[in-house]
């Protein structure tokens, strides 16, 4: 099934990492068992314990630029993240269809930016395993901003640093709240994504049109 964007009015294209074009089954994986069990054994705590600590912690702060900072983890819980995402980086992949979709744009002459929650080193390393960052046009990071996408300040700091026409801009991300905040901005094309992570299930539809995967998108065919 093809989703049918009015490509001909669409001019940059802004594009999550973690969920998006990349499966979420890594981040989720290293955070609800990775870092529990390595909490556990660190702190000399029952797995269940840890776990539950660790999911408390991260809720305290989810949305904030804490939650996506590997530094402050590593201070918070006591443990190198860094380290400890090499240890699975075998999980990092790219979603179905992610390359064939990019190479689109790109044959479209769209401007395609990365625009990501994640932290640097975070970043760094999908980048070195999945060999991505030839496909954009520019990569920016929320730490470098010192803002996270889900806040209304974040928008116009990366038009600044990365300008757009909110206009003729399609942004596509698997966080409802991130696309509320761009919409808030009046960005007028936004895509969800139901699976961001492949070991689950897909996602309620929620108020924004929405893909399993890129292939919904292919070819790039303007509107009728």
């Given at each position: 099934m093809t989703l049918t964007l009015p490509w001909s009015d669409i001019r940059t294209v802004l594009l999550d990492m973690d969920g998006t074009l990349l499966d979420l089954r890594f981040d989720n994986y290293f955070w609800m068992e990775l870092v529990p069990q390595r909490y556990a054994t660190r702190h000399g705590l029952p797995l269940a314990t840890a776990r539950t600590e660790v999911i408390k912690r991260t809720r305290a702060v989810e949305g904030t630029l804490d939650w996506y900072c590997l530094d402050y983890w590593s201070r918070e819980l006591a443990l190198d993240i860094v380290t400890l995402k090499r240890e699975i980086e075998h999980l990092i992949a790219v979603h179905p269809h992610v390359l064939e979709f990019l190479d689109a744009l790109r044959a479209a002459g769209k401007r395609v930016v990365l625009v990501t929650n994640a932290h640097q080193d975070s970043l760094a390393l999908k980048m070195e395993k999945t060999r991505l960052a030839g496909h954009f046009d520019a990569i920016v990071c929320a730490h470098d901003l010192g803002l996270v996408k889900e806040q209304a300040a974040f928008w116009p700091c990366l038009a600044l640093l990365e300008p757009f026409e909110p206009a003729t801009t399609l942004l596509v991300d698997d966080n409802l709240d991130?696309?509320?905040s761009a919409q808030a901005h009046g960005i007028a094309h936004l895509l969800s994504?139901?699976?961001?992570?492949?070991?689950?299930?897909?996602?309620?539809?929620?108020?924004?049109?929405?893909?399993?995967?890129?292939a919904e998108l292919l070819p790039l065919a303007p509107a009728q």
């Open positions: 991130i696309l509320r994504v139901l699976r961001p992570d492949s070991a689950q299930p897909p996602k309620p539809r929620g108020e924004f049109p929405a893909i399993h995967d890129f």
